[in-house]
């Protein structure tokens, strides 16, 4: 069962198409990634799934009820983690959590069941009576957490949470996603960082300039680079090098430089190793080290937009 089906959804702010005919099903117990660079058109896609924005055309349906026609339903049924942390500053841990469950109709008894639940659940159960202004970004973000989540939602829609945060509290919300997922959530997760999503979600779409360029597991994602290999050479300056004359290597399609690193995107059929080093050497770019990549989710990024999601 889907429980989220995306209709050729559009947004437009003035004649800027920011989301363009966006097609997509989440299947329930899903989770699903959504990846894009900067401005690709994720915040806007999901918050019209979160009714924030109005939608410019097309249909976005929650377990089959269309989400303008059925409101009070799409938000019993959806949490939203913002991009931008929002909480109260001058409301501590515990009454943040609860007054954001309180918007969605819990009452009582269980109000407090569950915006302790949540709290715990983020690993912040100890420091619901603390002020968030005490509170490390990170801390503060799974703060943000617990708030959409103490409601229930069968749907959470995750904007960039581990943008900007520690280590130790990135790993703890990809945890948390793990387990929300496991006791019967799904998730919507959006992301720039590759490996996170090849880490976490089950399928994944890639939106660029707001348009859907490619869907599927992640094997399926991988399988469009198949007849592709992908050489990173790493040298100790890039100074010298000429993408250009790189480029004009037999079987070479594209060429990035990042770091200290040129990475190669060849035909795989082509024998070019020997002509890269030689072009390298020419070239007076002392090598350090020379490694063939396996096909992961920015090798496919890169082949379907020439682009590196990382700019
Ligand atoms: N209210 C608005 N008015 C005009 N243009 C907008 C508005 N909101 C977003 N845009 C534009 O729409 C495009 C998509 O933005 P969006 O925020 O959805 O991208 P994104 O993929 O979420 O990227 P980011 O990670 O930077 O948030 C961008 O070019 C942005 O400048």
Redesign the pocket.
């Known amino acids: 069962m889907n429980i989220l089906e995306i209709d050729r959804l559009s947004?437009t702010?003035?004649d800027?198409v920011?989301?363009d005919q966006v097609s997509l099903s989440i299947g329930e117990g899903e989770i699903f990634g959504f990846l894009?660079?900067?401005?690709?058109?994720?915040?806007?896609?999901?918050?019209m799934i979160a009714s924030l924005l109005r939608i410019s055309k097309g249909e976005i349906r929650l377990l089959g009820k269309d989400i303008t026609k059925h409101a009070n339903f799409a938000k019993k049924n959806i949490g939203i983690v913002p991009?931008e942390i929002a909480i109260y500053e001058d409301m501590t841990a515990y009454e943040n959590v609860r007054f954001f469950a309180g918007l969605y109709g819990i009452r009582g008894s269980e109000l407090k069941e569950r915006t302790l639940e949540a709290l715990e659940f983020v690993g912040l159960g100890d420091k619901h009576a603390v002020y968030p202004k005490h509170f490390s970004g990170g801390m503060k973000r799974r703060l943000n957490i617990a708030c959409a989540i103490a409601h229930r939602p069968k749907l959470l829609i995750m904007?960039?949470p581990t943008v900007g945060i520690d280590p130790q509290s990135r790993n703890h919300i990809l945890n948390s996603v793990k387990k929300l997922n496991e006791m019967g959530c799904t998730i919507l997760y959006?992301s720039?960082y590759m490996e996170e999503v090849e880490e976490i979600c089950t399928r994944i779409a890639i939106?660029d300039h707001?348009k859907i360029i490619a869907q599927g597991t992640k094997k399926e994602l991988k399988a469009i680079v198949t007849d592709q290999k992908n050489i990173w050479i790493e040298v100790r300056s890039t100074e010298n090098a000429d993408p250009g004359k790189l480029r004009e290597i037999a079987g070479v399609k594209q060429v990035e430089i990042e770091d200290r690193v040129i990475k190669f995107t060849s035909d795989a059929g082509v024998n070019n190793l020997n002509k890269m080093i030689q072009q390298l050497m020419a070239d007076e770019i002392e090598i350090r080290s020379v490694e063939e990549q396996e096909p992961n989710l920015e090798s496919v990024f890169l082949t379907l937009t020439g682009r590196s999601l990382r700019d």
Do not use: L, M, P, W
């Not at 894009?36 to 918050?47: D, Q």
């Open positions: 947004k702010f003035g800027f920011a989301v894009g660079a900067n401005g690709a058109g994720k915040s806007t896609t999901i918050h991009q904007d960039e959006t720039h939106i707001g």
